[in-house]
């Protein structure tokens, strides 16, 4: 009789431990999700791949206090540096950018934009102290593009490509980079 309660005892604390493991496990969604877009535009094949942030009701773009400060550069998305890929030589907004895999970054301005093509890829996109991984001297292309400032909010940092390039939609900001071949 003893054997029989020690086996259920032990039985009970496994399924409670079992049990307690999996509630446990439970991962609480990730605040930035690594998202992509790809496509073709201007006959190259693009490819971004970036972390996707949420508005979270901050103030995303602004002179002061906000997320993401005009004139300071950014890595144009959370986490991991933002990557844009293109499988052939293209002109993006007048200027050639060469084929081949870079980290994306943008300085954001009310009027207009800076976005920045830099040759190290594969790193965390911000250093210690906060400020963008960007080496200016490793960037490739800079090209100013304007912003449109849309009445609709839009939650989640988005990359979307269109036949005219590639925008950046978040807050209520649509920033268009156009490409050409």
Not at 48 to 55: K, L, T
Not at 154 to 173: A, I, Q
Request: aromatic share 12%; hydrophobic share 40%; net charge positive.
């Amino acid at each position: 009789m003893k054997q029989l309660f020690q086996s259920k005892a032990i039985y009970f604390f496994v399924c409670v431990f079992l049990l307690s493991s999996t509630a446990f496990s439970q991962t609480k969604p990730i605040p930035s999700p690594r998202d992509s877009v790809s496509g073709d535009v201007a006959g190259s094949h693009i490819k971004i791949w970036y972390g996707a942030p949420s508005v979270r009701g901050r103030k995303v773009f602004a002179d002061a206090g906000a997320l993401e400060p005009y004139g300071k550069i950014w890595r144009a998305g959370a986490n991991q540096m933002t990557t844009f890929e293109t499988s052939r030589d293209i002109m993006v907004e007048g200027k050639t950018l060469p084929a081949g895999k870079y980290s994306l970054f943008a300085t954001p301005g009310k009027d207009e934009w800076t976005i920045i093509f830099n040759s190290v890829t594969g790193q965390w996109g911000i250093h210690r102290d906060g400020t963008a991984n960007d080496d200016p001297a490793k960037d490739v292309l800079v090209v100013k593009v304007k912003p449109r400032h849309t009445s609709s909010l839009t939650e989640r940092l988005v990359y979307t490509l269109d036949n005219r390039g590639f925008h950046l939609v978040w807050e209520n900001v649509d920033v268009p980079v156009r490409i050409k071949k």
